[in-house]
């Protein structure tokens, strides 16, 4: 199993596991959608995305989006996708590919990687604690969809 960032190459194959993810969340199958969200992610250099290897298939995916703390006056990123395929799930591929993205995050001087997570995520949760993830009580999340 290897972790390693994503090539313009992964793409097509990723794309993929992206539509699953999606799927997951309830959108509907979109497989050319999904590859032209990542090829437009990645072509404007918008995300960072680390992908899940074993047995020469690509089998999990952590996409990564750069913000920035005015207050800090510095950098931080966005874990906004972490996935893997149901059948390679509970063996350490999202531990892996979540301490790849801290390992990154923290080689870039960032200051934090902030989470979102459905409120019954529990297993999710678990995993985001265990690796020192801390829950904000302290900030209340609004959107304002347009």
Do not use: W
Not at 96 to 117: G, K, M, V, Y
């Amino acid at each position: 199993m290897i972790v390693r960032r994503a090539m313009p190459d992964d793409l097509e194959t990723l794309s993929v596991l992206f539509d699953e993810y999606r799927q997951f969340y309830g959108a509907s199958s979109s497989p050319n959608q999904s590859l032209n969200f990542l090829k437009q992610r990645f072509s404007n250099q918008e995300s960072v995305i680390f992908i899940h290897i074993k047995d020469d298939q690509i089998t999990g995916f952590v996409v990564l989006y750069k913000g920035f703390s005015s207050v800090a006056c510095s950098s931080y990123y966005i874990l906004d996708d972490v996935y893997v395929t149901p059948i390679y799930r509970r063996q350490g591929s999202a531990k892996q590919l979540i301490d790849t993205a801290i390992l990154f995050a923290r080689h870039d001087n960032a200051i934090r990687i902030s989470l979102e997570t459905q409120k019954t995520n529990y297993h999710s949760q678990a995993l985001y604690e265990q690796m020192g993830f801390v829950k904000d009580n302290e900030f209340q999340t609004y959107h304002c969809f347009l």
